[in-house]
């Protein structure tokens, strides 16, 4: 078995068990030819999981995906997707109850952290008595909470600090929507990793842009690389944020999406609040 991830993996990931295991190589790379299994979980089509533009995949490759998201299409051979969960692992942990799998406290970190993380501490509108049911069975079976609310609540960097520090400053409202954006130029200056991108972003669309008073979507605009935007949007209960992301080329959750834009990022940021608003 092989775990690959295109993207490197954030400090707050290491302290889980297996994390090193992971390979940070795009899976377009890999030879697949002496494979017969690619499992894609929390997300939808292979081209979600690589940077790159154009994939194929082996005939006799068989794709199997694990997935929450409402947007996802089951393009993959075999799709087991379950939109009213609120993460991923919620659905490995009925999966792993159905199977009789033996739920270690290793397993328990693994399963309670998705859970944890993907509801941010159990306050996305996504969260359900069944989700906090399966975090309390999960702590009981040896998961450590405190751990991982250390990780990812209380692990940041100076470098992510002044990152949140440049959003608030480009941070524009205007009709219930606030908006930032960081340039690729901003993005250099301020020397922020790209395994500290992905965590620093969410906590500042999550924590900084979307909690404002009288704001009911939020849109963060980043410029990863030269003409690359990755673009983040939330919404709180009411407002579907999906919908933009999918015309965008994208996906996601009513509260909660994603897209990437190959392009300007004052374009970007344009042909987007034009659907917004």
Request: hydrophobic share 40%.
């Amino acid at each position: 078995m092989t775990l690959v991830s295109a993207d490197p993996l954030s400090d707050n990931l290491l302290f889980l068990p297996g994390a090193k295991r992971i390979k940070e190589v795009d899976p377009a790379r890999l030879d697949l030819t002496g494979f017969d299994l690619l499992l894609l979980v929390d997300g939808d089509k292979f081209s979600r999981y690589s940077r790159a533009k154009e994939t194929s995949l082996p005939p006799q490759l068989l794709t199997v995906n694990i997935d929450h998201h409402i947007s996802n299409q089951g393009s993959a051979d075999l799709s087991y997707l379950v939109p009213t969960a609120a993460a991923t692992t919620e659905i490995l942990y009925d999966l792993f109850k159905r199977w009789k799998v033996k739920i270690t406290p290793a397993i328990a970190d693994g399963l309670l952290t998705g859970i944890y993380t993907d509801t941010l501490g159990f306050t996305t509108p996504a969260t359900t008595g069944a989700s906090l049911t399966k975090a309390g069975d999960l702590i009981g079976k040896g998961g450590d909470r405190a751990k991982i609310v250390g990780n990812f609540f209380h692990h940041w960097s100076p470098k992510s600090l002044k990152a949140w520090g440049a959003i608030i400053a480009n941070c524009k409202r205007r009709a219930g929507i606030s908006y930032s954006s960081l340039s690729y130029q901003e993005l250099r200056r301020l020397g922020l990793p790209e395994k500290e991108l992905s965590p620093t972003r969410g906590f500042a669309i999550d924590s900084l842009l979307l909690p404002i008073r009288g704001i009911k979507a939020a849109l963060l605009f980043i410029e990863e690389k030269p003409k690359l935007i990755r673009v983040t949007l939330r919404s709180k209960k009411g407002t579907d944020v999906a919908e933009v992301a999918e015309k965008m080329g994208g996906g996601g959750h009513r509260h909660a999406a994603a897209f990437s834009y190959p392009g300007p990022l004052k374009e970007a940021i344009a042909k987007t609040l034009r659907l917004v608003w």
